[in-house]
């Protein structure tokens, strides 16, 4: 892990960079074996692995990687494969100056996010950060890749696989039995409450998505002595307007930087409720997780919401038929008035409640 470590921050340190990309030690890709604790050079035995060849240069550095993570996690399974061995390919310096990437911030995101969420699937056997050159003797070596037309001469963007069904899509990840007993220790605080998940949105990319804190204050009023509402922040912002907003009210501050932790409590918890978001996906992707995620359409730019369509398919008042009658999509805006009404269709579907 050190040696990762270090091999990151020469990269991103400005001064020589350019140099430092020239420099034969650092084209020498380094593969670790977290479960087996062990590392070694390029895997020789890799007819039961698919390469997951994720470019810095042309994905996102965000919680969205989960997405192309588990789409890979649907391939592997397709295929009949053993592993997953993932090589995160360095930003290109061109694409450092052209896009102004912040360094440090990279680093971050791929340590705390990008990594972190890797944790969640048992399938994943190597991790390995590594330049664009260093590819060179790996694609070859796999005869399943993904995205399969990646290429170590220009930037290719990973793509996305849909399951039909909830059978082919769970189980999907497993936490860790550590992170597990955390958040049963945490809970341990809240007795005899049924705990409620919010997460909260809070991006500078379009803040009109961002959620409603008032309103969804007023809803945990509403709810009474009988849940425990336990608010997730926005991974990227530990101090924000939410924190003052919020007051006295329960935040799990730990899952703004620990992803694993963060899966971990949307797992035990009774429900998870947010606005659509990179973090909450991790309930998503849990089948025993209970979550009612609010999708503001009209918050979304015109074109913005083509894409969409377009890259996920999704058209309003859809529910993915990959996903169990537990998780839901509810196509309105975080109003109190929506969030109660649909938290209450919501509990009728689970339990046959009456209303």
Known sequence: MNYILTVIRYFFSPPNLLRKLESTWYR????????????????????????????????????????????????????????IDIFFVLPT??????????PDETEHRLFEILLGVTRLLPSVRYRSILGRDACLSLVSGYQHRWPHEFSCYSSVKATLL????????????????????RIEQYLRRFPNKKILTVTLRNSQHIPSRNSSVSDWMRFEDWLGDEYQVIYLPDAEYL???????????????????????????????????????GP???????????????????????????????????????????????????????????????????KKIIFDEKI
Request: proline share 4%; glycine share 4%; with cysteine.
């Open 93 to 102: 310096w061109s694409s450092v100056v052209q896009n102004k990437t912040d």
């Open 280 to 346: 909450i996906n991790l309930a998503l992707c849990d089948h025993a997780a209970r979550t009612l995620v609010f999708y503001n359409v009209d918050a979304y730019p015109v074109d913005y919401w083509r894409n969409i369509m377009r890259t996920y398919g999704h058209r309003i008042g859809d529910q993915e038929p990959y996903h169990t009658d537990a998780q839901r999509f509810a196509y309105v805006d975080d109003s109190f008035e929506n969030l109660r009404a649909e938290y209450l269709k919501f």
């Open 28 to 83: 020498r890709p380094y593969f670790v074996d977290f479960k087996r604790n062990s590392s070694a050079g390029f895997p020789k035995h890799n007819n039961k692995s698919i390469g997951f060849f994720y470019d810095l240069t042309a994905n996102p550095i965000t919680y969205d990687f989960s997405s192309f993570l588990f789409s890979v996690e649907i391939k592997r399974k397709q295929l009949g494969l053993t592993f």
């Open 162 to 181: 849909f399951p039909k069904t909830s059978s082919e899509y769970f189980p999907l990840i497993k936490l860790p039995s550590a992170a597990i007993t």
């Open 239 to 277: 101090d924000c307007h939410h924190r003052q907003a919020l007051g006295e009210r329960e935040v799990f501050e730990a899952g703004c930087a620990n992803v694993v932790l963060r899966a971990a409590l949307y797992h035990c918890a009774f429900a998870n409720l947010g606005v659509v978001s």
